[in-house]
């Protein structure tokens, strides 16, 4: 039942965190401000894999849910004198969202496939409207400023800083839902996924299982955004739009559905390719008339990835990385399949 239970990959474990830890040391503070937004990204495409990949309802709701804690957040500051905590504020998010998923589940009890996507869309629109109209009504038309987060003596107002702390949780939250997924919730939920009937007929309760699926990914998520908002000092309405939702159902798919290790890889992937293309333009020297279709560009490349994944590689990045591990593994023996026999 290990997770890592062979000593090549406790050994490439440890190297991958020695490097990681390395990183904000040596990188440039540009650079670890990249990787602080693939850390955050990573939290919010775990949850969501929670919910589509392992339990199969579909969202594209996942900013409305960001939204939430970011709000959340700012609402506690700007009426509350002095601002609560880093450490209150958080959970108080965490609560909102949950409350969020709850109503988010409803629908889900009903509906299915292209029905509940269109109800996590009404569910995004409902929660844009409403702290779109909370941020003009409070006289913040541009967005709100939040003060740098404290925990006890640590000050949380460099991008070196953010980057361990954010490591930190993030380790927290994958070992969490690696144990979660291999619990009897997670069983239940993979149970739903692949026939909610048999699930059912063979005692689960599946409409318990859906509304804490919603509760459980909503409120990850929602702490997901309150971080964001405090990394950032600022929260504003126009920066959860439902592209937002679109691309982190593009990290799970290009990542693998259904995959913790998916996940990182997708969040990797997806927040990296705007810098990326970005960069390319000014090394290739692009003319200033195509610069300026750079967000066309960026949402094309975005919608290649996720097809050519989608027909060549349904199972994403992690099946790519399997295969690689299992040679590296196996190296230098050839892996040889069991012969078969027919009867």
């Known amino acids: 039942m290990a997770v890592f239970d062979t000593p090549f990959r406790r050994f490439w474990l440890v190297v991958l965190l020695a490097l990681v830890v390395a990183f904000p040391v ?51 500051v700007i009426n509350f004198n002095p601002p609560p905590p880093f450490w209150l504020t958080i959970p108080a998010a965490g609560v909102v969202g949950a409350l969020l998923g709850l109503l988010a589940s409803l629908p889900a009890l009903r509906l299915r496939a292209v029905y509940l996507i269109l109800s996590t869309v009404s569910i995004h629109y409902i929660v844009s409207l409403t702290v779109s109209l909370y941020q003009s009504g409070a006289g913040f038309i541009s967005g709100i400023n939040i003060p740098t987060a404290t925990l006890g003596p640590l000050k949380l107002e460099t991008s070196k800083v953010w980057f361990y702390f954010l490591l930190v949780v993030v380790i927290v939250v994958t070992i969490f839902c690696i144990n979660l997924v291999r619990s009897r919730i997670g069983r239940a939920w993979m149970a739903i996924r692949d026939r909610d009937i048999a699930a059912s007929a063979l005692g689960v309760n599946v409409a318990y299982y859906k509304i804490l699926a ?11 955004g309150a971080l964001g908002a405090y990394y950032l000092n600022f929260a504003a309405a126009e920066e959860f739009t439902i592209w937002v939702g679109i691309f982190y159902i593009a990290m799970i798919i290009v990542g693998g559905i259904g995959s913790i290790l998916g996940s990182f890889f997708g969040a990797i992937i997806i927040t990296l390719t705007p810098y990326l293309l970005d960069g390319l333009f000014r090394w290739i020297n692009v003319p200033p008339r195509f610069q300026m279709h750079f967000f066309a560009i960026q949402f094309a490349t975005f919608g290649l ?34 012969p078969t026999t027919t009867r």
């Open 214 to 224: 919603f509760i459980c990914t909503s409120s990850g998520t929602a702490m997901a």
């Open 26 to 76: 040596f990188a440039p503070k540009y650079y670890v401000h990249i990787g602080n937004l693939v850390l955050l990204s990573s939290i919010g495409a775990l949850m969501l894999n929670l919910l589509t990949g392992y339990t199969g309802l579909i969202s594209l709701g996942h900013a409305a849910f960001l939204a939430s804690g970011a709000f959340t957040v700012a609402a506690l």
């Open 305 to 338: 990835l996720v097809a050519m994944f989608l027909i060549l590689e349904p199972g994403g990045l992690v099946a790519l990385w399997r295969k690689l591990r299992t040679y590296f593994e196996m190296w230098p023996l050839k892996y040889h399949r069991a």
